[in-house]
């Protein structure tokens, strides 16, 4: 059983060191995909920027009017939902792997 078992581990070693590790590469068109790409990570960061100030506006009223204080966790919500965005293709290369 052992034998079986050496053997095939190589002759598949040997088979899978010929694959090599290719590099990704971007497909024929893609230019425009990644052009709309860079938009939505314009417009997420924009979204994050006004959600911001929105929540520093209202957290200024709330502490005006002696409210409840709900801003800071929207404050928090914006600064976490912005580093996840800007960071996705930093952790899909983590996660995938180069």
């Known amino acids: 059983m052992s034998m079986?078992?050496?053997?095939?581990?190589?002759t598949y070693g040997a088979v899978l060191a010929q694959v090599g590790n290719p590099t990704p590469e971007a497909p024929p068109g893609s230019e425009k995909i990644l052009q709309l790409v860079r938009y939505l990570t314009w417009?997420?960061?924009?979204?994050?920027?006004?959600?911001?100030?929105?929540?520093?506006?209202?957290?200024?009223?709330?502490?005006?009017?002696?409210?409840g204080l709900e801003s800071p966790k929207m404050v928090a919500g914006a600064m976490i939902g912005g580093v996840v965005a800007t960071s996705a293709g930093t952790i899909m290369n983590a996660v995938i792997g180069t």
Do not use: P
Request: with cysteine.
């Open 43 to 67: 417009f997420v960061l924009l979204s994050g920027i006004c959600g911001i100030v929105y929540a520093g506006g209202k957290f200024a009223w709330e502490r005006w009017t002696g409210g």
């Open 4 to 10: 079986l078992l050496f053997a095939a581990q190589d």
